[in-house]
C-alpha cells in the first residue's frame, strides 16, 4: 500500500519556467490537498479537491494551477516559476477520519 | 474565515519535564489532527479528536479536544529526546484542512 506519491522529491527551476508536481494516493481518498510549506513556517493550503472533476482555491493559489480527472490523481501546475515560489510542497489525501501526507517535492527556482 | 492559534511556537524542555501545547481555533469544528514533523520529513499523523471531551494518549504524549472551548491541547510528559520535532495541529473547516503555525519542541538531556 503506497499510500500518497509525490515526485519528483527535488528540482530546481529557472525563473520562468513551468512544471508540474505529481501527486497519486491508492486510499480511494476523495479529498486531496496541496500545500506549501516554507521554512520554519507552518502549511499554507494552494488548492484542494473533494472529488473528480472538482477543485477549490486555498489560501495562497496565485501562481498555480491543479486539475483532478481521477480519484487517484491531483497534479500542481506551477505557470512562469518566480523565486517566491521556492517552498516544500506536500500533498495529503483523506476520507472520513484518515489524512495522509506524501513525502514532499522540494523545489527551489533561481 | 478559520483561524488557528497554537502557543508556545518554541519550546525548549529538560528531559523528564511536563509541559503542554495548545490549540486554538475561531470557528466549530468536528475534527482536530496532530501531527509531528521531524526536520526534512513529511508528517506523521498522531491524533485525530472527534468530539468534545475527546482524550487520546500514546506513549508520552495525551491530546484532548474541548469543543465549546475550540482548545485542544497536546501534553507531553516526562519528555525525553526522541520527541524533539515540530508538531502541528490541524482543523477541518468546510472542505479544507486549516493548519497552526506549529510548535518546535526542543527537549535538551
Not at chain 1, 35 to 46: C, F, N, V, W
Not at chain 2, 52 to 71: H, I, P, W, Y
Request: with cysteine; net charge positive.
Amino acid at each position: 500500500n503506497a499510500g500518497v506519491t509525490q515526485t519528483p522529491k527535488f528540482r530546481i527551476l529557472k525563473i520562468g519556467q513551468s512544471m508540474t508536481l505529481q501527486c497519486t494516493q491508492d486510499m480511494n481518498h476523495n479529498y486531496m490537498y496541496w500545500y506549501r510549506q516554507d521554512p520554519g513556517m507552518g502549511l499554507k493550503l494552494i488548492y484542494y479537491s473533494v472529488g473528480a472533476g472538482i477543485t477549490d482555491k486555498g489560501e495562497v493559489p496565485n501562481g498555480y494551477n491543479v486539475s483532478r480527472s481521477t480519484t487517484e490523481d491531483f497534479p500542481l501546475r506551477l505557470e512562469l516559476a518566480a523565486p517566491s515560489q521556492t517552498s516544500v510542497y506536500f500533498c495529503a489525501s483523506s476520507w472520513n477520519t484518515e489524512a495522509f501526507f506524501g513525502q514532499g517535492t522540494r523545489l527551489t527556482v533561481v | 474565515e478559520l483561524k488557528v492559534e497554537q502557543n508556545p511556537l518554541f519550546l525548549s524542555m529538560q528531559e523528564g519535564k511536563n509541559y503542554t501545547i495548545y490549540c486554538n481555533y475561531s470557528t466549530t469544528s468536528d475534527r482536530l489532527y496532530w501531527y509531528r514533523q521531524d526536520p526534512g520529513k513529511s508528517l506523521e499523523s498522531l491524533f485525530v479528536l472527534l468530539s468534545n471531551g475527546a482524550v487520546k494518549q500514546e506513549g508520552r504524549l495525551m491530546a484532548s479536544l474541548d469543543t465549546k472551548a475550540r482548545l485542544s491541547t497536546l501534553h507531553i510528559t516526562a519528555a525525553v529526546h526522541d520527541l524533539s520535532a515540530t508538531y502541528f495541529c490541524a482543523v477541518v473547516y468546510g472542505n479544507k484542512l486549516v493548519f497552526g503555525a506549529g510548535t518546535i519542541l526542543r527537549v535538551k538531556s
